[in-house]
């Protein structure tokens, strides 16, 4: 069996039709959603690009692979699903973006070179390359933002579209009175981009996909990563005007969270793209560019689909959707992502199992707490492997795909955010360690710890699904706030390092040495069996405690 596993940057998980909107129309997200589950309660590990994706391709929480902010490296020797997938027999190939930055240093420490296969791997997340390109290629007065080649830009330059950097020119640029109106102005928001539709990013990955499905002979797993609906938040024609303001909603916020704030709350409502996103006439611009950059990678979807069903693949490959983080866009007076709210936390999960044993499941929503990391252990096990609980910290899925619901599945879910990159994690912690929050969701209530000797902040979703009310503003709610963070230090003591062992191999090694003559502690060795003894009993064939003469 293959693996499509297609991610979307910053895909909020109702933001599809399957999922309730009222006004997107996604009906490629939805055939997906008819043939398999749609996980309705899965949380990313950390609501960043960077640390949650890291979260996704090693199948650990950010504190375990350390790699918590964008650009921090994730280090060499940190497995990735890809190494667990090629143990099983499958190729694991990226198709798109990782966000990963190699660990220069391990490299060269370890004289791995990026010239090698398994140098190339570590510095591409564990993945082999069909392409990469993490389509974010702004540039200023200091150069690039990203240094590396785009793939997409070099394309875009053999089309004819002209300058040293198209995908800013054209590719996230309107135009106006003949002058580049850059993307990056949210007043440019509903302009058409100025590139022809084609030659956009999401048909561009969906071609090079194409390519490499056809190029295979199997087994395999692809990740294709798309950079939309990530900002610059503008999209070419015809999906610049399908939506307008009637389908904009109005902001899920209210006045009360801005009384009495959480100091590290307020830090994010005040900054630059909060406030931003508190102007009505930014949502009214930004939404519905947000709104046709989906639609056009729901359309894009349907191709892949498409090529599938044609050519009887969709029968031997698994399909799974989902988002490495959402988008406030406004919600509680925040734009971005980064805090804890259902629209930045919770992701879009959708998978297709095409084997008989999933028919049970087909077209029908899982409530379960899942996290992003379950993924990885998904995989493993769908290719038939064992999955290797000492390093893998999610959970196989596959048994709710079976329709079994495992007794022992998890309480809550976690996630975590390192705030100390940020302006204000100089402000408001003395030291960057402390620069920490962390989320723990039970699936109805939600307690965001905060490190630095700040309080929590506590919501409770069953009857404040608006997620408005922090309770732990004021007193009631002790006992609540202490269960929550009974799970949060059950989580702290997981054994989350030792990755060289397994239980089996702990298992095997209780009593080996025994096995091997290493006795000690004994007092006449009547404390173990017989047969332990075997190499210590027996007569002597010399005595060497009677003095000997030269005579003897």
Request: one cysteine or more; hydrophobic letters at 35%.
């Amino acid at each position: 069996m293959n693996i499509l596993f297609i991610m979307y940057d910053q895909l909020r998980f109702d933001y599809l039709s399957c999922a309730g909107h009222p006004h997107l129309d996604t009906p490629n997200f939805d055939r997906v959603a008819a043939k398999g589950v749609r996980f309705t309660n899965a949380y990313c590990q950390s609501p960043i690009c960077g640390p949650s994706r890291m979260s996704f391709y090693t199948g650990r929480y950010a504190s375990s692979h350390g790699a918590q902010w964008n650009g921090y490296p994730l280090r060499v020797g940190e497995q990735t699903m890809g190494d667990h997938l090629r143990k099983a027999g499958m190729e694991c190939w990226l198709i798109g973006k990782t966000h990963m930055k190699a660990d220069a240093d391990g490299m060269e420490r370890l004289g791995l070179s990026r010239d090698s296969v398994i140098g190339a791997r570590q510095a591409e997340c564990g993945f082999d390359a069909w392409i990469r390109d993490d389509g974010l290629w702004a540039q200023g007065p200091d150069g690039f933002y990203d240094e590396k080649r785009s793939p997409y830009n070099e394309y875009l330059k053999s089309k004819g579209y002209p300058g040293e950097n198209p995908w800013a020119d054209y590719a996230n640029a309107g135009i106006e009175g003949g002058k580049v109106a850059s993307g990056w102005m949210f007043g440019n928001a509903d302009k058409p981009a100025n590139i022809r539709e084609e030659d956009s990013e999401t048909p561009w990955l969906t071609r090079q996909t194409l390519a490499f499905v056809d190029a295979q002979t199997g087994p395999w797993c692809a990740h294709v990563s798309y950079i939309k609906p990530h900002w610059p938040y503008i999209v070419p024609a015809p999906y610049h005007d399908m939506f307008g303001a009637n389908h904009v909603p109005a902001p899920t916020r209210h006045e009360v969270e801005r009384e009495n704030t959480h100091p590290i709350f307020d830090a994010f409502l005040t900054s630059r793209i909060s406030e931003a996103f508190q102007r009505e006439e930014v949502r009214q611009k930004v939404i519905p560019a947000y709104m046709g950059l989906i639609k056009q990678c729901d359309d894009q979807l349907g191709v892949i689909l498409d090529c599938l069903e044609r050519t009887g693949k969709i029968d031997d490959t698994m399909i799974v959707l989902t988002s490495d983080h959402g988008d406030y866009l406004g919600d509680h007076w925040m734009g971005e992502k980064d805090l804890f709210h259902d629209p930045s936390v919770k992701i879009p999960m959708i998978l297709y199992d095409p084997r008989s044993e999933a028919d049970a499941t087909r077209g029908t929503t899982c409530d379960a707490l899942v996290e992003s990391i379950d993924l990885a252990a998904t995989f493993v096990e769908a290719a038939g492997a064992e999955v290797p609980t000492h390093i893998l910290e999610g959970r196989s899925l596959m048994p709710w795909l079976r329709g079994e619901t495992p007794a022992d599945w998890r309480e809550a879910v976690i996630s975590e955010y390192d705030y100390a990159c940020r302006p204000f994690g100089k402000t408001l912690v003395q030291r960057s360690a402390d620069a920490r929050l962390f989320m723990v969701f039970d699936g109805r209530w939600k307690l965001i710890h905060a490190e630095g000797g700040y309080r929590p902040m506590l919501f409770d979703l069953e009857t404040d699904p608006e997620e408005f009310h922090d309770l732990a503003k004021g007193p009631g709610h002790e006992d609540q706030i202490a269960r929550m963070q009974g799970f949060l230090a059950q989580w702290g003591l997981r054994m989350s390092q030792r990755v060289t062992r397994s239980e089996s191999d702990i298992t095997a090694m209780r009593g080996r040495s025994l096995r091997r003559g290493v006795l000690p502690f004994l007092y006449d060795g009547s404390e173990v069996s017989e047969d332990l003894l075997v190499k210590y009993r027996g007569e002597a064939e010399r005595d060497f405690t009677m003095q000997e003469t030269g005579d003897d």
